[in-house]
């Protein structure tokens, strides 16, 4: 049927699905606490700039009205990855529609991403892990879009996509020209052989451009970062691993995206869309070339389960209802009973009575649980990462106020890592203490030039911190600890440092300078 003949678009039924993935997540909203990427994503909103070290700035922004139109409590911080996982399932659904399907086929592919480990897992936390998905399912519900109907204005709205994208993740770089060169090899490539999508590329390149030229500034930072998060994390990602977890990460959905895959690369009545599965084998193979994360693909899955959709609804005709409800519940309701492992939509009590039901009776599932050092732990990372933060701030406050109002004038506070520096800046106000100082992660672009306090409040996870500071420091005593159960930074200790000697400024001096060439 002509695409201009088409009846319905299926607004009306894919908003039933957007609804209820925003109600989950909206059961999830405001458990357990921020998460220690949350901190670091929202105290960029004190730093707008057009980049930073680990992420371009688009994430700032939306931080920044999150704290002014929300305000600062963790149901606030998770306002718009909600609306942006519901745009996801909405935008599932629309290329479903785009790419012949109907009610079944949406229904299937709506509720394979709304309860596949993968997405309820990542598509709740203030990270830009979410909006770079988002960029994904756009971006091939536009190219789809003008591949059905060769109207041009799709081609200026994708470019904006991808600007916008970039903005966001870098990934998306990756996912676009997988996207070109499976247009490129299949027979659509015409397409692309106009002065519109050249001005497309115009569009994204003036968006994306204020942040290569900050990139540059700053002795392009980006190549830095990842070079050390492939020192420290990708290298602990072994290839087979990689290949392991896609098959994993979005459990008995696995057959719904397979089979739309499949039915992408084979089919006869989804030729057109062939440069989909083209695309998925291309950053897949790049992916694992680089030691990616799991997740930096989810953004791909989309398009496979909206195929998957298709293909199920022409495979059992609409007669076949006890097989297409079978389907459905087969690939989909086991998915339902693990989303308490990955959505915390449970009291945390009925949570870790589930965590330690699943590792006993269904070990299956245990690579959840599996940390980025590869070792089993009782909660996903995830989880442990939310706990303890402001048990930790308020220690750090109780430091400081256990000084004398002179000794508080000459005082500073001191975070070694990210998380601890991002959740005591997001405290500091409500407990009365000075911002914090780091040189982990972006702290270091805005960090002062001199650490030469008399008095140091220092907050470290690090077990050998006493030998190391002993030598550079008059004295010194530990204050506090964290010891919330389960917490990622259980252990974590506050010092007071007293009278330290100018050889710690040199240190601190030194590593500042390294850090900003970075």
């Known amino acids: 049927m002509p695409y201009k003949n088409r009846r319905s678009s299926y607004s009306t039924f894919i908003l039933i699905f957007v609804a209820l993935k925003v109600l989950l997540n909206a059961l999830a909203i405001s458990r357990f606490g921020f998460h220690r990427d949350e901190f670091l994503h929202l105290v960029l909103a004190d730093h707008l700039d057009w980049g930073y070290k680990e992420v371009p700035p688009f994430i700032a922004i939306l931080a920044k009205v999150t704290l002014s139109v929300f305000g600062d409590s963790v149901a606030a911080a998770r306002v718009f990855p909600t609306i942006a996982a519901g745009i996801i399932i909405w935008l599932t659904g629309r290329i479903t529609v785009e790419l012949g399907g109907r009610r079944f086929a949406i229904t299937v592919a709506c509720l394979a ?52 994208g970039m903005l966001t993740k870098y990934t998306m770089a990756f996912f676009t020209f997988s996207l070109i060169i499976g247009i490129l090899i299949s027979k659509e490539r015409k397409l692309l052989f106009n002065r519109h999508v050249i001005i497309s590329a115009l569009i994204a390149v003036i968006i994306f451009l204020p942040n290569i030229i900050w990139q540059f500034a700053h002795h392009l930072p980006f190549i830095t970062h990842m070079k050390e998060l492939r020192e420290t994390q990708l290298d602990h990602v072994k290839p087979l691993d990689f290949i392991k977890q896609q098959f994993l990460v979005n459990g008995l959905t696995i057959f719904i995206w397979l089979m739309g895959f499949a039915w992408l690369l084979l089919s006869f009545k989804l030729r057109r869309f062939r440069y989909l599965a083209i695309a998925y084998i291309l950053i897949f193979l790049f992916l694992l070339e680089m030691n990616g994360k799991s997740y930096y693909l ?20 609409r007669s076949y209802y006890v097989l297409r409800t079978a389907v459905i519940l087969l690939f989909i309701l086991p998915n339902i009973l693990l989303l308490p492992l990955l959505l915390p939509i449970l009291p945390f009590d009925t949570t870790i009575r589930f965590f330690a039901y699943t590792k006993e009776h269904l070990s299956l599932f245990n690579f959840v649980t599996r940390w980025e050092d590869q070792k089993q732990h009782s909660l ?56 914090v100082v780091s040189l982990n992660s972006s702290f270091a672009l805005w960090a002062p030039d001199n650490l030469d306090g008399k008095y140091i409040v220092y907050v470290d996870d690090d077990v050998n911190v006493e030998a190391r500071l002993k030598p550079l420091i008059e004295s010194y005593r530990q204050t506090g600890e964290v010891l919330t159960p389960l917490a990622r930074e259980k252990g974590t200790r506050i010092y007071i440092l007293t009278n330290p000697s100018p050889k710690l400024n040199e240190v601190y001096k030194a590593e500042l300078a390294k850090k900003r060439l970075e």
């Open 113 to 164: 991403m709304i309860f596949s480990p993968a997405f309820a897992a990542s598509d709740y936390l203030f990270q830009p892990v979410v909006f770079d998905q988002l960029w994904w399912v756009l971006t091939v519900w536009l190219f789809t879009k003008y591949l059905n109907t060769a109207d041009v204005r799709y081609l200026y709205w994708l470019g904006a996509t991808v600007g916008l």
């Open 298 to 317: 989810f953004g791909a899955y989309p398009m496979l389960f909206a195929a998957g959709g298709f293909a199920f609804e022409r495979m059992l005709k």
């Open 380 to 435: 996903t990372q995830d989880y442990a990462d939310m706990l303890g933060w402001e048990e930790m701030a308020q220690k750090a406050a109780q430091a400081y106020h256990s000084l004398t109002p002179e000794q508080q004038k000459h005082a500073q506070i001191f975070a070694d890592n990210y998380g601890e520096a991002g959740a005591l800046h997001h405290f500091h106000n409500k407990y009365n203490m000075p911002d």
